[in-house]
C-alpha cells in the first residue's frame, strides 16, 4: 500500500547511508530522522500554532457549550463564529498527522526489507540469497521478511558472500549493528528463552524503553500548559501515549524505533523554540 512512498524513501536512505552516514547504518537512520523533520517543520509548524490558537479559544469555546447545552444547532452556529472570527480552522492542526503517518508507515517496510527497498532487490533475488543459507539455519529463522536474516547471516559469516556473486555485492551487505550492541533488523522482545539463546536481543530492550521516555518528553513539552478542562485531555495523552509507543515499539524493528527516538528529540527542541520564541513572543504582543 506504501510501497510508492517507501520506494524513493529507500533510496534517500542509502544515499544518505552511503554518503554522509560512512556506512554507518544507525547514523544514516538518525540522519534521514533529522532530514525528515526539518521538511516537515513548516507543517509542524503549522499544527503547533493551531493547537495553541485552539488553546486560546477554548474558554470561549466551553462558554458557548454552557450557554446552548440545549441548543446543538445554535451551538454549532456560535462555534463557527467563533472559528471565523478567530481565523481558526479546526482541520488545520491534523494535516501534519495526515502527512507523517504514510511516513512513519512507509519506513517500516523500508527498515525491515532494506534489500528490496534500498537496493531495489526483487523477490526472486531475496529469495535465491536465503537459498544460500545453510537449511539448519534457515529453518531456525522466524520472519516475514528474508532481508534481515540474509545480512544476519552475511555479516556473520563474510566468507560467504562469494557465494552470492551476481546476487549480492560486498557494499550491498549493510552492517546492521549499531554502536557495536544494537542490532536495529531485529524486534525487541521481553521472550526469556529468545533473549537467553541469543543475546542480541538482551540490549534492544532499551530501544522501547527510550522510545517511551522521549514519547512522554515530547508530549509534556509540547504546548504550554492549559487551563481549567481543556488540561485533561492533554493530561491523558501524555499519560497514554507512552505505552503505546512502548507497545509499538517492541512490534517493530529497532531501526523504527531508533527512529521514534531521534524524531522524538528533534521535536522535543522543536517544540521548546516555538514555546520560547513564538508563543511567549506573541502573548507578550498582545498585552
Known amino acids: 500500500m506504501f510501497g510508492f512512498i517507501a520506494q524513493p524513501m529507500g533510496l534517500f536512505l542509502k544515499f544518505i547511508y552511503n554518503t554522509l552516514a560512512f556506512h554507518n547504518y544507525g547514523l544514516a537512520i538518525i540522519l534521514f530522522t533529522i532530514f525528515i523533520k526539518l521538511i516537515l517543520l513548516p507543517l509542524t509548524i503549522k499544527q503547533y500554532r493551531s493547537t495553541a490558537k485552539m488553546q486560546e479559544i477554548q474558554p470561549l469555546l466551553q462558554e458557548a457549550q454552557k450557554r446552548y447545552k ?74 516475514f521478511s528474508y532481508d534481515i536474516p540474509i545480512l544476519n547471516y552475511f555479516n556473520e559469516h563474510p566468507e560467504e558472500i562469494i557465494k552470492a556473486e551476481g546476487l549480492l555485492a560486498k557494499n550491498e551487505v549493510v552492517d546492521l549493528n549499531f554502536l557495536g550492541i544494537f542490532n536495529l533488523g531485529l524486534t525487541p522482545t521481553f521472550d526469556y528463552t529468545k533473549i537467553v539463546s541469543d543475546l542480541r536481543y538482551l540490549p534492544l530492550i532499551l ?81
Open 70 to 143: 440545549n441548543d446543538k444547532e445554535k451551538l454549532n452556529q456560535e462555534m463557527m463564529r467563533i472559528y471565523t472570527e478567530n481565523k481558526y480552522n479546526p482541520a488545520s492542526g491534523c494535516l501534519p498527522l495526515l502527512v507523517q503517518l504514510p511516513i512513519l508507515f512507509s519506513l517500516y517496510w523500508v527498515i525491515s526489507q532494506p534489500l528490496k527497498y534500498m537496493f531495489q532487490k526483487s523477490n526472486e533475488t531475496i529469495q535465491a540469497l536465503f537459498n544460500l543459507i545453510p537449511k539448519e539455519i534457515a529453518e531456525s529463522i522466524q520472519s
Open 207 to 287: 530501544i522501547p524503553v527510550l522510545a517511551a521516555v522521549s514519547t512522554w518528553l515530547s508530549t509534556k513539552y509540547a504546548m504550554p500548559a492549559p487551563s481549567n478542562d481543556s488540561a485533561a485531555p492533554a493530561a491523558s495523552m501524555t499519560k497514554v501515549m507512552p505505552f503505546i509507543t512502548a507497545f509499538f515499539a517492541f512490534s517493530v524493528p529497532a531501526g523504527l524505533g531508533l527512529y521514534w527516538i531521534i524524531s522524538n528529540l528533534v521535536q522535543i527542541g522543536q517544540q521548546l523554540y516555538m514555546n520560547k520564541f513564538v508563543i511567549n513572543k506573541k502573548e507578550a504582543g498582545t498585552k
